[in-house]
C-alpha cells in the first residue's frame, strides 16, 4: 500500500533496520506517523513493534532514518517526545502519593525539601489532563493498573511532546477503563494536535478509534485506515481470519 502524504508535519521513518545478537529484529520499515493522529501498531507477539518503539526514542541502536518534517517537508529539529511503558517496576509498599511520585518526576527540587505550590499546582493540572485529579492523594502503590496509566500519561504529557509513544498501555484494564483511556488520548489528540503512536492488541479498538493502522512482522506488512489494513490478505496471514469477522 502506497505511503500517503499530507500537508501537515509528520515524523518520517525510512527504511529502518535493527539487528541485535545476529539476528535481524527490523528490517526496511517505512512510515509516517502524522500529528493530530493516532497511528497504531499492530501485529503478533515478537513482530517488533517495541523494538520500533525502542528505536524511535533512540534506547537502541538502528540504521535508516528519523525525521521531523513540516508541511513543506524540511526538517523540524528536536523531536520532542513523550514515552508511556508497558509496565512500570515500583515498590508497591513506598509511602509515595500520586503528587508526590509526580512532583519528584516534575521538579528538580529534592523530594525531602517538600512539594512547593507552583509545582503543586502543575501536579494537579497535569492530572486534571487526563481525568486523574482524584487519584492525587492515592498511595502509587494502590493504583489499578488504569489509574497508574493515567498517571503515566499525565508525567509523559509534561511538557507537551510532538510525539506520544505508547507501548500496550491499556494490558490488565477493564474494557470500560480501556475506552475511558482512549477517549482521554483522542481529547489529547485533538486538543494539542500531536503525533500519537499506540501499540495494541486489541484490534476492536484499533478499528474504532485508529486514523492509520500498520501491520508490522518486521518489516510493515501493510499500512492505512483500518479497513484496509482489516481488509488485506496480510492481515489474514497474520492473524489467521479475516479482519472482515472481526468487525462482526
Ligand atoms: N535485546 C535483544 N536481543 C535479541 N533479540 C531481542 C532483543 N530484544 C527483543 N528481541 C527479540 O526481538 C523480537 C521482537 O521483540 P519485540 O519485543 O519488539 O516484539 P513485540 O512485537 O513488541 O512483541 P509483544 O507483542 O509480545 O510485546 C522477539 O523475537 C524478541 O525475542
Not at 145 to 150: A, I, M, N, S, T
Not at 234 to 243: L, Q
Amino acid at each position: 500500500m502506497p505511503l500517503h502524504h499530507c500537508e501537515l508535519c509528520h515524523i518520517d521513518l525510512d527504511r529502518i533496520a535493527v539487528r541485535r545478537g545476529g539476528q535481524t529484529l527490523l528490517q526496511d520499515v517505512s512510515m509516517h506517523i502524522h500529528c493530530g493522529q493516532l497511528t497504531v501498531l499492530i501485529g503478533q507477539n515478537g513482530a517488533g513493534k517495541t523494538t520500533l518503539i525502542r528505536a524511535l526514542l533512540g534506547q537502541i541502536p538502528h540504521t535508516g532514518l528519523i525525521r521531523h518534517v513540516d508541511g513543506r517537508g524540511l526538517d523540524i529539529p528536536h523531536l520532542r517526545t513523550g514515552y508511556v511503558p508497558q509496565h512500570l517496576q515500583f515498590d508497591r509498599e513506598m509511602p509515595l502519593t500520586v503528587r508526590d511520585f509526580m512532583a519528584a518526576s516534575l521538579s528538580k527540587r529534592p523530594v525531602w525539601t517538600g512539594v512547593s505550590k507552583k509545582t503543586r499546582a502543575r501536579v494537579d493540572e497535569a492530572l486534571a489532563s487526563v481525568n486523574a485529579e482524584s487519584l492525587a492523594d492515592q498511595p502509587l502503590g494502590r493504583c489499578s493498573g488504569g489509574e497508574l496509566q493515567r498517571v503515566l500519561l499525565a508525567l509523559a504529557m509534561n511538557p507537551a511532546p510532538d510525539l506520544l509513544v505508547l507501548d500496550e498501555p491499556v494490558s490488565g484494564i477493564d474494557r470500560n477503563g480501556l475506552k475511558m483511556f482512549l477517549d482521554t488520548l483522542l481529547d489529547l489528540k485533538h486538543s494539542h494536535h500531536m503525533a500519537i503512536l499506540l501499540v495494541s492488541h486489541d484490534l476492536r479498538f484499533v478499528r474504532e478509534y485508529a486514523d492509520h493502522v500498520v501491520l508490522l512482522d518486521k518489516s510493515v506488512l501493510a499500512q492505512g485506515s483500518a479497513e484496509e489494513v482489516f481488509a488485506s490478505p496480510e492481515f489474514s496471514a497474520v492473524f489467521g481470519y479475516s479482519g472482515e469477522e472481526e468487525a462482526e
